[in-house]
């Protein structure tokens, strides 16, 4: 068995294509619905917010979909991403584990959301659209997406989760270095921001709200502006796949194949992108590998939400998906240090987890913010808080493993780094964190306002 502490690929190795999870679902597709007939939306209803392209690459059902090549070319910034053995975290804990993580990183923005941003700035670049509009929460999306439209010369407004904007300056600041325009939201730019701050005027915001005035700025833009998404979106998840289908070589050339695969989860797009290629191999050749979806329990969407149809965001503007839910008028406490705030999941993420092909966990922050301090002293690097999740179920399954003696192969995405992050890692050490339990009154509360669907 090699000593080797990371596996490379040469450019020649990125893919050149991206993996659908669609052509292996072996769960029957729930239809998505128009927001206020709530009948089945139509390829019109969509392309207000979205090119035709991402909207086909939404439906369909092709395995492969093929990477256009100045998606390729700026792909080759950073990609293929390293996978390293964690070999100084195993010694650390004393395990027999073998613990490998994919490193997203080292893109230009700390993160693996270039993968989509790049991909959805090229097509709708192709398809004549001048400007996009987003939200972002912690800020990986926004600036990812920022420096993507600047690659393919498109203007950006991004409406960012108000307590995050203040959380995290300095991710603003990259956004704007890229030519972005950065609102907090909620703003009083759009009239669903007005009504928020009507009813609350010291609202933090939340990712259901900021999607709201993303998306009414772009259907009141006379076709000028499309709406991008960071997550949760069938495309979104399969541009991610390029990181599966580069760690699926990646572990080849270490000689192992993952006996657990753990991935953080939010709207469902880096877990998907990681996980995804693996989940292809136990759906299609017999391989049996367990996939671990992590969620904070400030947030605990896939464990504790309802998996059901709903909006993807407060104002009731997007389309109605079926998904894991808290319901679309959830407001993440202030006190939660990282992303991972959506109030729903990725609608395939969600069907798979509620047919068992993955497991669904969530962990408190006391515990995430420990298991990255442990994870950085041991390899060096400071991980994304939402990252966190990921590597503090890594670390229990590698002691569940001292605790058995088995040997398991545990491989985790390390979708960012934490430099960004300084302010959650301080409030850390000076004890300011707690743990929180999304109080269960409130979920059964917020049930009250999903839409009445016959299906």
Same mark, same amino acid.
């Given at each position: 068995?090699?000593?080797?502490?990371?596996?490379? /690929?040469?450019?020649?190795?990125? $893919?050149?294509?991206?993996?659908?999870?669609?052509?292996?679902?072996?769960?029957?597709?729930?239809?998505?619905?128009?927001?206020?007939?709530?009948?089945?939306?139509?390829?019109?209803?969509?392309?207000?917010?979205?090119?035709?392209? /991402? @909207?086909?690459?939404?439906?369909?059902?092709?395995?492969?979909?093929?990477?256009?090549?100045?998606?390729?070319?700026?792909?080759?910034?950073?990609?293929?991403?390293?996978?390293?053995?964690?070999?100084?975290?195993?010694?650390? #804990?004393?395990?027999?584990?073998?613990?490998?993580?994919?490193?997203?990183?080292?893109?230009?923005?700390?993160?693996?959301?270039?993968?989509?941003?790049?991909?959805?700035?090229?097509?709708?670049?192709?398809?004549?659209?001048?400007? =996009?509009?987003?939200?972002?929460?912690?800020?990986?999306?926004?600036?990812?997406?920022?420096?993507?439209?600047?690659?393919?010369?498109?203007?950006?407004?991004?409406?960012?989760?108000?307590?995050?904007?203040?959380?995290?300056?300095?991710?603003?600041?990259?956004?704007?270095?890229?030519?972005?325009?950065?609102?907090?939201?909620?703003?009083? *730019?759009?009239?669903?921001?007005?009504?928020?701050?009507?009813?609350?005027?010291?609202?933090?915001?939340?990712?259901?709200?900021?999607?709201?005035?993303?998306?009414?700025?772009?259907?009141?833009?006379?076709?000028?502006?499309?709406?991008? =998404?960071?997550?949760?979106?069938?495309? +979104?998840?399969?541009?991610?796949? +390029?990181?599966?289908?580069?760690? #699926?070589?990646?572990?080849?050339?270490?000689?192992?194949?993952?006996?657990?695969?753990?991935?953080?989860?939010?709207?469902?797009?880096?877990?998907?992108?990681?996980?995804?290629?693996?989940?292809?191999?136990?759906?299609?050749?017999?391989?049996?590998? *367990?996939?671990?979806?992590?969620?904070?329990?400030?947030?605990?969407?896939?464990? *504790?939400?309802?998996?059901?149809?709903?909006?993807?965001?407060?104002?009731?503007?997007?389309?109605?998906?079926?998904?894991?839910?808290?319901?679309?008028?959830?407001?993440?406490?202030?006190?939660?240090?990282?992303?991972?705030?959506?109030?729903?999941?990725? $609608?395939?993420?969600?069907?798979?987890?509620?047919?068992?092909?993955?497991?669904?966990?969530? +962990?408190?922050?006391?515990?995430?913010?420990?298991?990255?301090?442990?994870?950085?002293?041991?390899?060096?690097?400071?991980?994304?808080?939402?990252?966190?999740?990921?590597?503090?179920?890594? @670390?229990?399954?590698?002691?569940?493993?001292?605790?058995?003696?088995?040997?398991? +192969?545990?491989?985790?995405?390390?979708?960012?780094?934490?430099?960004?992050?300084?302010?959650?890692?301080?409030?850390?050490?000076?004890?300011? /964190?707690?743990?929180?339990?999304?109080?269960?009154?409130?979920?059964?509360?917020?049930?009250?306002?999903? $839409?009445?669907?016959?299906?």
């Amino acid at each position: 068995m090699t000593e080797s502490i990371k596996f490379l /690929l040469d450019e020649n190795k990125l $893919p050149r294509a991206w993996y659908n999870i669609n052509a292996d679902m072996p769960v029957p597709p729930a239809p998505v619905l128009h927001p206020a007939t709530k009948e089945p939306v139509t390829p019109d209803f969509l392309s207000v917010l979205f090119p035709m392209s /991402l @909207i086909m690459q939404e439906v369909s059902t092709e395995r492969w979909i093929e990477i256009p090549e100045p998606v390729r070319e700026v792909y080759k910034l950073w990609r293929p991403t390293p996978l390293f053995r964690a070999r100084r975290l195993e010694k650390a #804990l004393d395990t027999p584990a073998h613990i490998y993580y994919k490193y997203e990183g080292v893109s230009p923005v700390g993160s693996h959301k270039p993968n989509t941003a790049v991909a959805q700035a090229f097509y709708n670049k192709e398809a004549g659209t001048q400007a =996009l509009t987003t939200e972002t929460g912690a800020g990986q999306w926004g600036s990812a997406l920022a420096m993507a439209c600047r690659f393919f010369d498109l203007d950006l407004e991004v409406y960012m989760v108000k307590v995050s904007y203040h959380q995290k300056p300095y991710r603003r600041i990259v956004m704007q270095t890229y030519g972005a325009q950065v609102f907090a939201s909620p703003t009083d *730019r759009t009239e669903y921001g007005r009504s928020v701050l009507a009813q609350d005027p010291d609202s933090p915001g939340s990712l259901g709200i900021a999607i709201s005035e993303a998306v009414e700025a772009a259907a009141t833009s006379g076709g000028k502006k499309k709406y991008s =998404l960071g997550s949760v979106l069938n495309h +979104v998840l399969t541009h991610q796949t +390029v990181i599966g289908l580069e760690a #699926l070589e990646q572990m080849e050339m270490a000689g192992e194949y993952p006996d657990v695969i753990i991935g953080c989860v939010g709207g469902g797009s880096n877990f998907a992108g990681f996980a995804y290629p693996f989940l292809h191999q136990n759906l299609t050749n017999g391989k049996q590998t *367990r996939i671990i979806a992590v969620e904070p329990s400030s947030c605990p969407t896939l464990t *504790r939400g309802k998996y059901a149809f709903d909006y993807g965001d407060t104002a009731e503007m997007a389309p109605i998906v079926k998904m894991h839910t808290l319901g679309h008028t959830f407001v993440p406490p202030a006190i939660h240090a990282g992303g991972l705030r959506y109030h729903g999941m990725a $609608p395939t993420v969600s069907a798979l987890v509620a047919e068992g092909y993955i497991e669904a966990r969530a +962990v408190g922050q006391l515990d995430t913010f420990a298991g990255a301090v442990q994870f950085a002293r041991a390899e060096g690097i400071i991980p994304a808080p939402e990252s966190s999740h990921a590597v503090r179920v890594a @670390i229990d399954e590698a002691l569940r493993c001292k605790e058995t003696g088995e040997r398991k +192969v545990i491989v985790f995405n390390l979708s960012g780094h934490g430099h960004f992050d300084m302010a959650a890692y301080e409030a850390y050490f000076r004890n300011e /964190l707690a743990d929180y339990e999304y109080p269960a009154e409130e979920i059964a509360a917020a049930m009250a306002h999903l $839409p009445s669907v016959e299906m």
